[in-house]
């Protein structure tokens, strides 16, 4: 069975300041990676899908990783503000799977 | 384009009652899935439609039912309320395995 884990589970940085998520998976067999925000009490947001064929991709101030064959992907995030405060929850989707396999989060607190 | 809208937000639930979590979409999209997330847990798996009139078991279907008699709708049913139902409940929608899109989320407590 899949099993995804972020590292680590909850991250503190001051402003402005640029950070690594961290995200492994156990079964390199996957059609793709997606990444989410979550903010408290809403639901989730899509920051970034990557395709199993891809190496990264990039939105705005994020970049996302994927190293398909360690099991691995990370979330860059570049200059961080307080609005980037959020639960961050990576995600894949099983080769032949009809089901998103979820990381338990990390969640982000950036400091005024 | 509302996305993916459920209904209700909240809801307390006595011990043994039912109900029905409502999930609509409006992108036409095949699939749609109901997930559960716990404190400190990642999101599980309850049921998943790959289209109108196909459903099929995820993680974690026990005390759970679902019916998609229409490519928009794909309501949640809980029978027989238990306390191991508190949870906050997403509705998601997909055109295949790309691009999930999900719903606000329904908070549940039984009590």
């Known amino acids: 069975k899949q099993e995804v884990t972020q590292i680590p589970a909850a991250l503190s940085v001051p402003e402005g300041e640029n950070l690594v998520l961290n995200c492994s998976f156990t079964?390199?067999?996957?059609?793709?990676l997606q990444w989410f925000r979550q903010d408290p009490g809403k639901g989730l947001t899509s920051l970034l899908l990557?395709?199993?064929?891809?190496r990264e991709q990039t939105s705005g101030r994020l970049n996302a990783s994927l190293d398909k064959s360690s099991g691995r992907s990370t979330l860059y995030i570049a200059a961080s503000q307080p609005g980037d405060s959020a639960t961050y929850l990576c995600a894949v989707v099983q080769t032949g799977a009809n089901n998103l396999f979820f990381g338990t989060g990390t969640r982000l607190t950036v400091i005024p | 384009n509302a996305g993916v809208t459920q209904t209700p937000k909240f809801r307390i639930l006595k011990i043994g009652q039912s109900m029905t979590l409502q999930c609509t979409q409006d992108m036409n999209h095949n699939y749609m899935y109901w997930y559960r997330q716990d404190p400190g847990m990642g999101l599980k798996l309850i049921y998943y439609?790959?289209?109108?009139?196909?459903?099929d078991k995820g993680e974690v279907p026990n005390g759970y039912n679902v019916s998609r008699s229409t490519t928009e709708d794909f309501p949640l049913r809980l029978e027989l309320a238990a306390p191991s139902q508190t949870s906050v409940y997403f509705c998601?929608?997909?055109?295949?395995?790309?691009?999930?899109?999900f719903g606000s989320g329904t908070r549940l407590t039984v009590v």
């Open positions: 998601a929608s997909s055109y295949r395995e790309d691009g999930y899109t």
């Open positions: 990557i395709q199993s064929s891809q």
């Open positions: 079964d390199s067999a996957i059609y793709n």
């Open positions: 439609s790959v289209g109108a009139g196909i459903t």
